[in-house]
């Protein structure tokens, strides 16, 4: 069974651009979370998507959205790109939503540069 | 709000050597807690976990006892290999929220 693929692994922008990041999750799986993982600010929770309903929303700003389809696949949008974006996104899917016993598996990540 | 803290890395050790990585939390209630692991390049595995209190979690060698006595989850193996070296995260996970993660702890394990 193949794992949680991020596309693309690698992106570098500029300030004041937006990006997208894409999210496949496991087959079958049907909720998908995404994380920032910088080494000041260490993982921080971002959004976590169930059935194409956002179940639960982090601490970051409105520049900060995404979205799941109908494939349960998901994508996060960044606007207005700033300079503190930087960082490694990971998107994790699990079969069912956050807070049952349910495992999280994570992609690899993508590295997001803004220069 | 609930917390978690990880002694700060990098931990160097010797290949054979025994490992301790220290976890304690913050937490009103009886959380689950968790161990995962980083290997240069990938993304976050799924170590060890435990749900209650004195529940031992254990998986490839590693080894961790949930103590709510001293609200502390730490990391243990006894015999380390070069393959280990990775970032190492505790976290904890109340009722249904999401995961709440430590800083990471970079094990660096040299032959």
């Known amino acids: 069974k193949a794992g949680v693929t991020q596309t693309p692994r690698y992106l570098i922008k500029t300030r004041g651009q937006q990006v997208t990041l894409s999210c496949s999750p496991i087959?079958?799986?049907?909720?998908v979370s995404w994380y920032q993982q910088t080494p000041g600010q260490g993982l921080q929770f971002l959004f976590e998507?169930?059935?194409?309903?956002?179940?639960n929303k982090g601490n970051f700003p409105g520049r900060f959205s995404g979205r799941q389809f109908s494939n349960s696949r998901s994508e996060m949008n960044v606007s207005t790109l700033e300079l503190g974006d930087s960082a490694l996104y990971l998107c994790?899917?699990?079969?069912?939503?956050?807070?049952?016993?349910?495992?999280?598996?994570f992609g690899p990540g993508t590295r997001l540069t803004v220069l | 709000g609930d917390s978690v803290t990880q002694m700060e890395g990098p931990v160097t050790l010797s290949e054979e050597a025994f490992l301790t990585i220290n976890c304690t939390y913050t937490?009103?209630?009886?959380?689950?807690l968790f161990w995962y692991v980083q290997y240069p390049g990938e993304g976050l595995q799924l170590l060890l976990k435990?749900?209650?209190a004195d529940d031992k979690g254990s998986n490839k060698g590693f080894e961790a006892t949930y103590r709510k006595e001293t609200t502390s989850f730490h990391l243990e193996k006894g015999s380390v290999q070069v393959s280990d070296s990775a970032v190492y995260f505790c976290?904890?996970?109340?009722?249904?929220?999401?995961?709440?993660w430590g800083a990471g702890t970079k094990l660096i394990i040299k032959p």
């Open positions: 994790a899917s699990s079969l069912a939503a956050s807070g049952t016993s349910n495992e999280q598996f």
């Open positions: 087959s079958g799986h049907r909720s």
């Open positions: 998507y169930f059935s194409e309903t956002q179940r």
């Open positions: 937490a009103t209630g009886y959380p689950s």
């Open positions: 435990a749900t209650k």
């Open positions: 976290a904890l996970r109340q009722g249904n929220y999401q995961l709440i």
